[in-house]
């Protein structure tokens, strides 16, 4: 879409996105299993993501060189979920809103509201990256 300068169908303006394929939700739950992926699979579109407003990332593992330059240059950041604890991340979830692309199934965009969610910073604002710490 923004390829083609198209707009998206939702602000990226201090958003936070996180890179998770929900399950379906069960019973009485906004949402599903919803365990991090992994973040680099996204070090494509992540930079440009970054510099249109995303104030932050959530994910698993390290980024990509180009991905670091983009936290520092936008002031942003980038959170490590706990990987493989995908219905305990669930637990944290108090809403959950398809805001675009519901025909994708678990990978559409949804707009979640968290809370007393396990969070790590893996990269900072100013480029320290727990990845890189011995």
Known sequence: MLDKGG???YSLQDAVIYYSGA??????MPIGSCGPTTSGRMDVYAPRFYDLGVA?????GN??????EAIIRNQAVYFCAIGGAGALAAQSVV?????AFEDLGCEAVKMLE???FP?????DC???NLFEMR
Not at 95 to 99: F, G, L, N, Q
């Open 114 to 116: 968290f809370r007393d």
């Open 63 to 68: 980024r990509s060189k180009e991905v670091v």
């Open 119 to 123: 969070l790590i910073v893996g990269i």
């Open 56 to 60: 932050a990332t959530i994910g698993k």
């Open 7 to 9: 707009k998206l169908p």
């Open 126 to 128: 100013r480029g320290g």
């Open 23 to 28: 399950t379906p939700a069960p019973e009485g």
């Open 95 to 99: 809403s959950c809103e398809v805001v």
